[in-house]
């Protein structure tokens, strides 16, 4: 097949240059943008006196009859037209003839496929960011359904102090919002038009780039041709977005794998979002928590993928950019899909709060209630620390809670304890007393998921 750029070729490319060069095979996804983005080109095109409004309407027409074409699946992809926008301009060449050729006048496929994943990247950034809400939202109800149970806080996965599930979950609500505000971000830096860059330099004709922008939907228009057509920082902006991103749907399974486990106990997945062992008839097994923590290396792997590609390229397009949308079109299918599944998940996970507070007794996690027991009796925090200590050690020797202990036994090691310690010891005490902002104490907890259903 004569290619469209082969005026200055004697000889048809071979079919393994062909095959290895060939992008068609996954940008084809960006069509209905390369169709939006020539649609604006051709009016840029009208306006400018370059075609006329007669050559204006047939392109048009023929533009949109290519992309219902393309919906229908009645155009073949042919690695021979090497990319989508080839395919595009050839079958509206074929279609409309002679007006067709002349929608490439000042433009190059270097400033037309920066604006087609510009495009394509707005939109999948407000789908991602719309779903995080969503999510957020889920994550919110479990949270406000539970607040009442309280569970084990771990450092160093040691029991450390009593907290609320809820304050737990919404310490992931945090991480999310943060993610989603990243997107924000990414999306205001990708809202840059860059068509009439051209190849590199500017195209040759007074096309009107702000219509353009407005029309396109874009806040701003390239201040620089060169940078327009070799700027990828968006894509390595989104793509350290959506690793962070994962990193918090990983640990997040991370933990939902460790209590779901029959160890902890702490949550139940339902039926419809786990799944059996071929070989061991008793299991329920978390993989798509799994699968989630495994897709995490992908997407993290594509970011690295992404500033591989850039950090040794030289002004201004090289062929090396258009390995840049396997992994965008990866990690936005991978992202989805995560949240989506997570979503779902979490709508109907089951807690349970009797095994969390069995476990937030255990490994004397109020024991920092009792120094603060005994600092409020007047005893400096670090003795008050030390003496708590040796009745930790001292009930580990009897293998009793510090809740058993007598009062006579307390007083082996302060004569300043009184009867009241046993609720300064008890669950409840220990998190109603982080009455603090940003603490666990039940009162706080429901303020803040207030502040985070307001944030929503
Ligand atoms: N398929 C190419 C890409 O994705 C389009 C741009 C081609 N430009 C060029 N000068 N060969 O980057």
């Known amino acids: 097949m004569s290619k469209l750029w082969s005026g200055r070729f004697t000889a048809d490319t071979a079919k393994e240059a062909q095959n290895f060069t060939e992008s068609i095979s996954s940008d084809w996804q960006l069509y209905k943008y390369d169709i939006r983005v020539s649609l604006a080109h051709a009016g840029a095109l009208r306006k400018a006196k370059i075609i006329s409004p007669a050559e204006y309407r047939k392109i048009a027409a023929g533009l949109k009859a290519v992309a219902k074409a393309i919906e229908r699946g009645r155009i073949k992809f042919n690695p021979a037209l090497e990319d989508i926008h080839m395919h595009i301009e050839n079958a509206l060449i074929r279609r409309i003839g002679a007006a067709a050729k002349k929608l490439h006048t000042g433009r190059s496929r270097n400033d037309q496929v920066a604006t087609d994943i510009r495009l394509y990247l707005k939109d999948k950034l407000t789908l991602l960011s719309g779903q995080l809400s969503v999510f957020c939202a889920v994550l919110l109800e479990q949270a406000e359904k539970n607040k009442n149970l309280v569970m084990p806080g771990h450092t160093h996965l040691q029991i450390a102090q009593p907290v609320l599930l809820a304050h737990h979950i919404l ?15 990414v999306l205001r830096r990708t809202d840059v038009l860059p068509l009439g860059s051209a190849a590199l330099a500017g195209a040759a004709y007074p096309l009107d780039r702000q219509a353009v922008a407005r029309e396109l939907g874009f806040a701003a228009v390239s201040e620089n041709s060169l940078d327009a057509v070799s700027d990828r920082d968006f894509l390595a902006e989104f793509q350290a977005a959506a690793a962070l991103l994962m990193t918090h749907l990983s640990r997040m399974s991370e933990e939902l794998i460790l209590w779901n486990s029959a160890q902890f106990g702490y949550v139940e997945l339902s039926d419809s979002y786990a799944t059996g062992s071929s070989i061991m008839p008793q299991k329920k097994n978390p993989d798509i928590p799994e699968l989630v923590r495994g897709k995490t290396g992908r997407v993290i792997g594509n970011m690295l993928n992404i500033l591989t590609v850039l950090k040794g390229l030289p002004l201004a397009y090289n062929r090396d950019l258009q390995e840049d949308k396997q992994p965008l079109f990866d990690t936005v299918d991978t992202v989805l899909s995560c949240l989506l599944v997570m979503t779902g998940l979490w709508q109907t996970v089951r807690f349970n709060g009797v095994k969390m507070a069995e476990d937030a007794e255990k490994g004397f996690s109020t024991a920092t209630d009792l ?3 005994l600092v409020r ?10 003496i708590a200590g040796q009745l930790v050690r001292y009930c580990l020797e009897y293998d009793k809670k510090l809740t058993e202990l007598s009062l006579p036994e307390y007083w082996k090691f302060s004569r300043r304890i009184g009867a009241d310690v046993k609720t300064a010891v008890s669950l409840a005490a220990s998190v109603n007393a982080r009455d603090i902002y940003g603490g666990t104490a039940p009162l706080q907890v429901a303020a803040a998921l207030r502040r985070a259903r307001r944030r929503l």
């Open 171 to 185: 310490a992931y609500v945090e991480m999310f919002l943060r993610d989603r505000e990243r997107l924000a971000g």
């Open 377 to 386: 009796k007047n005893i400096p925090f670090r003795e008050a620390h030390k």
């Open 371 to 373: 120094a603060d027991y």
